[in-house]
């Protein structure tokens, strides 16, 4: 199936419900079809391969997903807060597209053949299809492509993820039952729409047939105003995006009644375990559900609910409590731990996480599928299963710090930081030394007013893992560096403790 079947279905059950609020903007979900063909029209016309998006949250997000679904054509949203080169690269490598874009953005885009500029009103405002005109037939193949997303390039050149309908469609049938959203319920969205997230929010909310409050940009109080506002019964958050929201109501002594408020899920990074304690006492009668996915997976592979949220926080046993640090269990996919070596590791052995299932893409443009010959996909991330399933991560494989040939997982170390009563956040990661190759080292933020000593936390170290694991330089700083999206940027801590070592 082409993923405009989600609108579709939407639009024929529940067509005069609200599909989306936006500012001054609001479609109903037949309003949002009728958009979606218009623009697909549009597309079409263009003689484009690809439709690209060049914006923040607003309805052309919707309006172009489904418009791009319907044209036939992949969709390619793009970062915003990427600097002008980078942009321009990326626009270069998917020409010729049909690009909509903000008003606020065009400036970014140098002018160039194969790029046809379509601006945001311009979308909004598309004149109605021909009485005569028939609706756009979209491509049934589910092998062809919905989706391509650029990665964020970290450790070099981005890559171009390929999802594909069958992916895209397989996650939101597996996971959503199709309108299961009461009439007045409504999430807030906050993630970019060029993250997979932000894809996810709006084909999983047109699936359930929920109302989707959009917001530009994340700030905590604009968003507890508007939960209250519009009545909102589900949210997505990021970890820093939910940290926020917890420290603004305590510093402020600020009202955490949310009436509407019914469930929070969060993903896209590791979640402090104070975070999502504080955050469960303050919100005590909302559902959490901790959802871990990648880009090449269509979004979410694994799920922490809400019942193992409150059955970790209630417990007494430390195996028990400690999954409120997991990421739960498999969600219509299987998982895998494997050493170095491709082996197949046990309940509690750290390793390599493998996922297989048919919402698993694993392709990139040009470099093809990186699946194995069983259908396997190698997160990058490394982490174990208990014995009930479920999975901890201890961050991405490139993170590791091997200290005199011995892989040291910087998860760990920081969990026992963290658990010091001054520590508000903190990462470690490698840093150079002449007699081990490398060493341990932790950039730490403090609570406001707190205080302690570096030999303080080297001793709760070297108390709770082995000597090895402590760290051998403690910086203090105001905060760490995370990106829009909530991911830890430790190659930044890592060249700062590099330089500082070759001083």
């Known amino acids: 199936m082409n993923i405009s079947t989600i609108l579709d279905m939407a639009a024929e059950a529940f067509g005069e419900r609200t599909a989306v609020v936006s500012g001054e903007f609001a479609y109903t979900y037949a309003e949002l079809r009728e958009a979606a063909c218009r623009a697909a029209a549009r597309f079409r016309a263009s003689g484009a391969q690809y439709v690209g998006l060049l914006d923040v949250n607003s309805p052309a997000a919707p309006i172009s997903i489904f418009g791009a679904a319907y044209a036939g054509l992949p969709y390619v949203p793009l970062n915003y807060r990427l ?12 020409a010729p597209v049909v690009l909509v874009v903000g008003d606020e953005f065009v400036s970014l885009v140098e002018p160039r053949e194969g790029v046809e500029l379509l601006l945001r009103s311009e979308l909004l405002s598309l004149p109605p299809l021909a009485a005569d005109a ?15 997303l650029f990665t964020s390039g970290t450790t070099g050149k981005p890559k171009a993820a390929i999802l594909r309908h069958e992916n895209l469609m397989s996650y939101i049938v597996g996971t959503v039952e ?13 993630v970019p729409p060029y993250h997979v997230a932000g894809i996810s929010a709006v084909l999983s909310s047109t699936y359930a047939c929920r109302r989707m409050v959009q917001l530009e940009n994340f700030e905590a109080r604009a968003w507890l105003e508007a939960c209250r506002a519009h009545q909102v019964s589900n949210a997505f958050l990021v970890p820093t995006m939910l940290q926020r929201i917890v420290d603004h109501l305590l510093e402020e002594a600020a009202d955490a009644a949310l009436p509407a408020l019914r469930a929070i899920a969060y993903g896209g990074g590791k ?59 498999p969600a219509a996919v299987e998982i895998q731990i494997r050493d170095e070596d491709g082996r197949v590791l046990g309940p509690e052995e750290a390793g390599l996480v493998f996922v297989r299932g048919p919402q698993v893409s694993g392709e990139y443009l040009s470099l093809g599928s990186q699946l194995d010959a069983e259908g396997w996909f190698p997160t990058k991330d490394r982490g174990y299963l208990d014995d009930q399933g479920y999975l901890f991560l201890e961050g991405r494989a490139d993170d590791v ?13 920081e969990d026992v930081l963290l658990s010091h009563p001054a520590v508000a956040d903190v990462a470690c990661v490698a840093m150079p030394d002449e007699q081990w190759g490398e060493a341990v080292a932790a950039a730490v933020v403090l609570k406001d007013g707190a205080r302690v000593e570096p030999e303080e936390l080297q001793a709760l170290v070297r108390a709770q893992l082995r000597s090895s694991r402590v760290p051998q330089a403690i910086v203090f700083k105001d905060a760490l560096p995370y990106n829009e999206t909530g991911k830890l940027l430790r190659r930044l801590i890592r060249q700062e403790f590099a330089e500082h070592a070759a001083a």
């Open 83 to 94: 600097t002008r080169p980078e942009l321009n690269e990326l626009i270069e490598r998917v």
């Open 134 to 148: 028939a609706p756009p037939q979209p491509d049934e193949d589910p092998r062809a492509v919905a989706v391509q």
């Open 178 to 190: 199709f309108g299961a959203a009461e009439e007045n319920d409504a999430i807030v969205v906050t």
């Open 271 to 329: 979640m402090p375990l104070s975070t999502i304690e504080q955050a469960m006492r303050l919100f005590p009668g909302v559902d959490f559900t901790n959802a871990y996915g990648l880009t090449e997976t269509s979004s979410t592979i694994a799920v922490l609910g809400p019942d193992d949220h409150r059955a970790a926080a209630a417990s007494d046993d430390p195996r028990v409590r400690r999954r409120l640090a997991s990421v739960g269990r």
């Open 401 to 413: 710090i091997v200290r005199g040939g011995e892989n040291i997982s910087p998860g760990e170390i």
